[in-house]
């Protein structure tokens, strides 16, 4: 197999993963699609270094992607707050799709969850990233993310109430 | 909720992650033991946590996009790289941005790059324009020579003052938003490449790579092979978004003061 030919099976082989990464960051099909995408042509363009792992390259560049759009709805809300209510409000077709498969008071809870916990509880359930790796990709101590994913589990637990 | 209520869920949490140390992994299974709630409470945040998994994983029976699911196939088919040859798998962004400078500028001669050195200096003054002491993470004052090619020259312009040579190669937008410039530096004895970025208040030297200068040949840089090379290509590796700016939207820059609107991004 030549490198070339590696190259593109290990991306189509990480595909599904980042799929469910960037879902797990954006809660819409669509945006997760449209960022696996751009992480895809990330890739391609710029290559990646060769002492990374696929997967867990394009998991970081997934993230960044996202952070990315984050400042720049920040920016735009902060510019156009009556345009960022009504995007609020919207419920996609595949949000109401992916309500109907799970049950509804965990799909509120885990879409209810702040940016901050969704990211490091991404990072690590979904991206499989050790507290060690995962602090150094948000540049945090290791203590920062082990209460930030303790909080996270916790304030789905508490929401969908497992044991009420 | 109390901070005792955080700090176990933190712990219990981490032990379902297998991140506890020994001891602390025996003491949390000592309460579990003991204590019910604490159990009951570790089987809520492990419930948690497959619903999670199980969140994300729904999108796996949802239909992909046109977009992707065309990406994949163009990847599937070949399509999708077009390389120059079978060997060469992608393009870096930094390779782009020596290309622009081989188009704006004659470049004569490469120059052998020394391993960079770890001398650290946080701050530069206005005096201290010797390659040799640029270091990452620097801040590069407003009223040094270098912060005022960083300001003012465009790439492909040079800028002579207290014995060195300043000369932009190209800048670009970095994937947090910063704009970033590429600078050689060439003194009687030492030669260096930087890549400096705008923070809030100031340029920061991100990467800097330091080499003889190339013999006859003032003010010429060209890639080299070497330590010092290859950690300018990764830092840009990591920092460049997207392809260098064009002279136009430089220009644009320089004359806007480096304001960057970060959602162009």
């Known amino acids: 197999m030549s490198r070339k030919t590696q190259f593109e099976a ?6 599904p993963h980042v799929r469910r990464f960037a879902y797990s960051l954006t809660r819409n099909a669509s945006d997760a699609d449209d960022l696996t995408q751009t992480v895809i042509e990330r890739v391609l363009d710029k290559g990646v270094p060769d002492d990374a792992q696929m997967k867990k390259w394009m998991f970081r560049i997934c ?30 077709s595949e949000q109401v799709a992916s309500a109907n498969m799970m049950v509804a008071d965990t799909q509120r809870a885990i879409e209810a969850l702040p940016d901050v916990y969704r990211e490091v509880l991404t990072i690590i359930a979904i ?15 290791i203590g920062t993310i082990m209460s930030r994913v303790g909080r996270a589990r916790a304030m789905i637990a508490d929401k969908v109430g497992y044991h009420d | 909720m109390t901070d005792m209520t955080h700090d176990i869920d933190a712990r219990l949490s981490a032990y379902l992650d297998d991140e506890l140390s ?42 992909m996009s046109e977009g992707l699911s065309g990406t994949l196939d163009r990847l599937k088919s070949g399509a ?21 400078v081989d188009e704006h500028r004659a470049i004569a001669a490469g120059l052998v790059v020394a391993a960079m050195t770890a001398t650290a200096l946080p701050i530069l003054t206005a005096h201290d ?31 002579s003052d207290s014995g060195a040579e300043y000369a932009p190669q ?14 050689d530096l060439t003194s009687a004895s030492e030669a260096a490449r930087l890549i400096a970025c705008q923070r809030a208040d100031h340029w920061q030297v991100e990467q800097a790579a330091y080499s003889e200068p190339a013999q006859g040949v003032q003010n010429t840089f060209q890639t080299a092979s070497g330590p010092g090379s290859e950690a300018i290509e990764h830092a840009l590796d990591e920092l460049m978004a997207a392809a260098p700016l064009s002279l136009a939207e430089e220009e644009q820059l320089i004359e806007a003061g480096w304001q960057h609107e970060t959602e162009d991004n």
Not at chain 1, 10 to 15: D, H, K, Q, Y
Not at chain 2, 80 to 99: C, D, N, Q, Y
């Open chain 2, 170 to 183: 190209f800048s670009f937008i970095s994937a947090s938003g910063e704009p970033c410039r590429v600078v």
């Open chain 1, 63 to 92: 993230r960044n992607l996202w952070i990315d759009g984050l400042r720049a709805r920040k920016v735009r809300e902060t510019a156009a707050p009556e345009l960022a209510e009504n995007a609020g409000t919207s419920v996609s």
């Open chain 2, 22 to 63: 020994e001891a602390d992994r025996q003491k949390v299974e000592a309460l579990l033991i003991n204590d019910p709630e604490i159990a009951e409470r570790l089987e809520a945040l492990a419930l948690a946590d497959s619903d999670f998994a199980d969140y994300a994983g729904q999108i796996d029976e949802m239909p």
């Open chain 1, 127 to 141: 991206g499989g990233a050790s507290y060690k790796d995962a602090a150094s990709q948000l540049n945090v101590p």
């Open chain 1, 10 to 15: 290990e991306i189509l082989e990480a595909v």
């Open chain 2, 129 to 159: 324009v010797a390659p040799e002491r640029y270091n990452s993470g620097s801040m590069v004052l407003a009223s040094s020579d270098l912060g005022e090619v960083l300001r003012t020259t465009a790439s492909g312009e040079t800028h």
């Open chain 2, 80 to 100: 999708a790289v077009e390389p120059e040859s079978a060997e060469i798998i992608s393009f870096p962004l930094w390779k782009r941005g020596l290309r622009f």
